[in-house]
């Protein structure tokens, strides 16, 4: 089997294992608000196209698991062309669960596509306290000021270079690390309810610039039980000229792995 059958392969595996995934989001009625699954997905099939997908969605669920998906996908296969694809998840815990296992992929593969560039950016927040939450309107402001900020980036991006955006998101990830942080609250401060706490972050970055390579096998790692306190820690971007990116729920030292054309 060829290297580009190969990718061809594993890019369709993986997009079908998300497509999959997409009807969950329905599947427990304790889950509010944005979908279980988000995805952004953007293919450059032809000569000088040029495409971008954002997804960025504020999720709460209430339910004992916590498995939520976030993923980004950019693919190219032309030539002079470019694919950008950059998803945000915020998934609020309004429980106590029994198990986590959240997941955030990015995916970036320049298929034999000579001057071409493929980025993909995934960003995943969780966090809970164990009771019932909620943003004050201060928080909910900014969250909405930063969602308007990122649809911007669909009419701005062709003049914007990776590194601009790659700057750009990171930007967007710090201010919701400090309204998590700081415009988060119990909604009944008489009831505490359980110590718990949860708080989990995990960016994945792949960016694509070479004619042909082959993509890893995404690997999900299991996180650590949750049960003491997890202050937030954050994880530098992870560049490879592209590579699957290990799903990684808890956050770890970041790794940097380059190929020439």
Request: glycine share 4%; charged share 20%.
């Amino acid at each position: 089997m060829t290297v580009t059958a190969r990718i061809r392969i594993l890019l369709l595996a993986l997009l079908a294992v998300l497509t999959l995934a997409a009807p969950l989001a329905v599947a427990q009625s304790n889950d509010t608000h944005g979908p279980k699954d988000n995805k952004a997905e953007a293919v450059a099939s032809g000569a000088g196209d040029s495409v971008i997908d954002l997804a960025f969605s504020v999720r709460e669920n209430a339910s004992e698991v916590i498995d939520e998906t976030n993923s980004a996908v950019a693919y190219a296969n032309c030539e002079a062309c470019r694919a950008v694809a950059i998803a945000f998840q915020i998934v609020i815990v309004q429980g106590d669960p029994n198990t986590v296992t959240p997941t955030n992929v990015a995916v970036a593969v320049n298929n034999e596509c000579p001057g071409c560039s493929t980025l993909a950016i995934a960003y995943q927040f969780v966090v809970g306290r164990g009771e019932p939450v909620e943003f004050t309107p201060q928080g909910l402001a900014r969250l909405e000021k930063i969602r308007k900020d990122f649809a911007k980036l669909e009419g701005e991006y062709a003049n914007l270079t990776n590194e601009q955006i790659l700057a750009r998101t990171d930007a967007y990830a710090a201010e919701i690390r400090d309204i998590l942080a700081t415009e988060l609250v119990p909604i009944d401060r008489t009831s505490r309810g359980s110590d718990k706490r949860i708080d989990r972050e995990d960016k994945a970055d792949d960016t694509g610039e070479v004619t042909t390579t082959t993509p890893a096998q995404p690997a999900p790692t299991e996180p650590p039980p949750v049960t003491p306190p997890t202050p937030p820690t954050e994880t530098a971007p992870t560049e490879t000229a592209p590579s699957g990116t290990v799903p990684n729920p808890q956050p770890t030292d970041p790794t940097t792995t380059t190929q020439a054309p």
